[in-house]
């Protein structure tokens, strides 16, 4: 990853509630909330509980039920919010070339109408 996890990062305050959040679905590993700047009729973050800035610490250091946890998460969401059918995106932002914003590992989900090539 790129340095230690900073846990004042805005997702670790969500996650111990000292930011509220629209809360979509919660198991033991992983947190789905709305984004606060929604860029499709649907845009749902799904976050691990675990300290990950990135998809490669989070894959190479969560142990499998957090990894079983969290990706059971993403699909359940989905499934949740009626997606399946009409199709969705997923999406995850790594570093500077891609922009992230928030320094721990999330996965956007898009839907809810046409999606263009890309979002972000
Ligand atoms: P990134 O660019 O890191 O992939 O995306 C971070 C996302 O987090 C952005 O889409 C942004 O709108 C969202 N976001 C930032 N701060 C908050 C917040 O306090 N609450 C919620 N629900 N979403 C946030």
Not at 82 to 107: C, I, K, W
Request: proline letters at 8%; glycine letters at 12%.
């Amino acid at each position: 990853g790129r340095g230690p996890y900073d846990p004042q990062n805005v997702f670790a305050k969500i996650l111990r509630g000292e930011i509220p959040c629209r809360r979509v679905f919660e198991n033991e590993y992983a947190l789905a909330f709305h984004d606060i700047a929604p860029q499709a009729p649907v845009h749902v973050l799904v976050i691990p509980k675990g300290p990950y800035v990135s998809f490669a610490d989070f894959s190479q250091t969560a142990g499998e039920a957090e990894i079983a946890g969290f990706t059971r998460a993403v699909g359940h969401v989905a499934a949740l919010l009626g997606l399946e059918d009409s199709g969705y995106r997923l999406l995850a932002n790594m570093g500077v070339t891609a922009g992230q914003e928030v320094p721990h590992f999330h996965v956007h989900l898009f839907g809810g109408a046409a999606l263009g090539p890309m979002l972000h």
